[in-house]
């Protein structure tokens, strides 16, 4: 499986921006997919997942009520909207997936996700 994440950048705070992440190779082996963000000296934070199948939606606690992750399903692609951008916000911003549909205690957790993007860098400024 690969995936390739866009959609980073510069943005003023209040912002709002949409990443993308494209899939290819194995469907089977992408069915919970994911957005962590990481800044330098920090563990990997976890964004929105959806479930392939079905579309079933998680948050952190963070992003809640301010971002919003989609699939399209022909497209083989997940989106990540996230609005109201703040400084605190600035991370790179990976995707990845995992093959299993992952239970809630799990879904948070990124050793739970077998493949990654190469990141796409997201900088809020005040």
């Known amino acids: 499986v690969q995936l390739q994440a866009s959609g980073g950048g510069l943005v003023l705070a209040g912002g709002s921006l949409r990443l993308s992440c494209a899939a290819s190779?194995?469907?089977?082996?992408?069915?919970?997919m994911g957005w962590f963000r990481q800044v330098p000296g920090k563990e990997r934070e976890f964004v929105a997942a959806?479930?392939?199948?079905?579309?079933?939606?998680y948050y952190g606690d963070d992003m809640r009520w301010r971002a919003t992750i989609t699939r399209n399903i022909a497209e083989s692609t997940v989106y990540l909207q996230v609005n109201s951008l703040k400084p605190e916000d600035t991370a790179v911003y990976y995707c990845a997936t995992s093959e299993l549909s992952l239970i809630l205690s799990e879904i948070k957790r990124p050793a739970r996700y077998n493949y990654w993007g190469q990141g796409t860098q997201v900088t809020v400024s005040s």
């Open positions: 190779g194995r469907t089977l082996s992408r069915e919970t």
């Open positions: 959806i479930r392939w199948s079905g579309g079933s939606k």
